[in-house]
């Protein structure tokens, strides 16, 4: 089965759902309108011709400036037909937020929870969507990219003075 | 060897009660049995045949808090970690001492962003810095015999007697 008819079949179960599809050094990648990924994942797990079974990756990226802003990017891999399968949805700047698919793939529980995590991304229907890296009383979403990259100012002789006198230093 | 010769035969020795005490301190201080990182492979290497930290009578590393002298910080400490370190601290007895192993316990080192905490001394008080990324066990080792010599110069209050410069 090539890369046409898998987006032929996608195509045939729900119309609407797919929004792009792209082939980059032979692999396929399709976008999916957010509100239809829980039915598309659906059927290309239980799909006879088609068979993902696995799901291999979950993530999420940032592209600041552009929108949709966020991206969550699926990597599924079908062990029947050895082939490897990328879906991804884009989500808007405010509130971004889709379906979970740990109804489906249980394996997807601590992945939405680390991009919730590191991105803020909502995952609807998760069993226990909480941080998974960072304390829990941190605030905001280290990996977005209007996050500052440095933790602190590099010292110099110059600036040592000033960076010294701000540092919290712990007590006995 | 000496002090027979210095004591004859009186088998006495007399000495400030200071001395002794940090004399005791210094030559049993037993480091906690802690790593977090890369740095920590270099604390074992010191600790094992070659370089063989049971010279300065620090061969036994406790596993437990209550029975650590020393707190050597060996690695980058993560803000998630860093209650952690705190609490090991908190649960050592007095006297004790800590030894910031390595750039990232030190500054942050390399690691200057969201996740580090920038020197560990931003979350327990350090009496010595080993720089080195990660630093030789000979490095580490003179960071402890840099410690005990700030251990001898300690007054029985606690406070640091400061060493008289000509």
């Not at chain 1, 990328?86 to 939405?112: H, R």
């Not at chain 2, 990182?37 to 370089?51: F, H, L, R, T, V």
């Not at chain 2, 090991?88 to 969201?114: E, T």
């Not at chain 2, 080792?141 to 606690?158: E, N, T």
Request: hydrophobic letters at 40%; proline letters at 6%.
């Amino acid at each position: 089965m090539n890369h046409a008819a898998i987006v032929a079949r996608l195509r045939a179960y729900d119309p609407g759902a797919i929004l792009d599809e792209r082939e980059f050094r032979g692999q396929l990648s399709v976008t999916v309108r957010p509100e239809s990924i829980l039915g598309v994942m659906q059927f290309l797990r239980d799909d006879v011709e088609l068979g993902y079974q696995f799901l291999e990756n979950l993530c999420a990226v940032d592209y600041l400036g552009r929108e949709p802003r966020f991206e969550v990017v699926y990597h599924l891999l079908s062990f029947t037909r050895r082939h490897r399968l990328c879906i991804k949805v884009g989500l808007p700047e405010q509130s971004p937020a889709v379906d979970s698919l740990t109804g489906i793939w249980p394996t997807a529980n601590y992945q939405e929870r680390e991009a919730y995590d590191l991105f803020g991304i909502t995952f609807v229907g998760h069993p226990s969507l909480e941080r998974i890296m960072m304390p829990d009383d941190w605030q905001g979403h280290p990996l977005r990219k209007d996050v500052p990259l440095g933790g602190e100012e590099v010292a110099f002789t110059f600036n040592q003075a000033r960076i010294d006198a701000r540092k919290p230093y712990a007590r006995d | 060897m000496g002090l027979e010769q210095k004591a004859g035969d009186l088998g006495i020795v007399t000495t400030s009660l200071e001395t002794v005490v940090n004399w005791s301190r210094s030559n049993a201080m037993w480091p906690l049995l802690f790593g977090l990182a890369c740095c920590a492979i270099e604390m074992m290497g010191s600790q094992s045949a070659n370089y063989d930290l049971s010279r300065f009578g620090m061969e036994i590393n406790r596993a437990s808090p209550r029975q650590a002298d020393l707190m050597i910080v060996a690695g980058r400490v993560s803000r998630k970690m860093a209650p952690v370190v705190r609490r090991l601290y908190d649960q050592m007895s007095d006297p004790k001492w800590v030894i910031a192993m390595g750039d990232c316990a030190a500054c942050g080192g390399v690691f200057n962003n969201y996740a580090i905490v920038q020197g560990v001394d931003e979350v327990i008080p350090v009496d010595v810095y080993v720089a080195g990324c990660p630093p030789r066990p000979e490095a580490l080792i003179d960071g402890i015999v840099q410690l005990h010599a700030k251990v001898h110069r300690m007054k029985l209050d606690g406070s640091i007697r400061q060493p008289v410069r000509v």
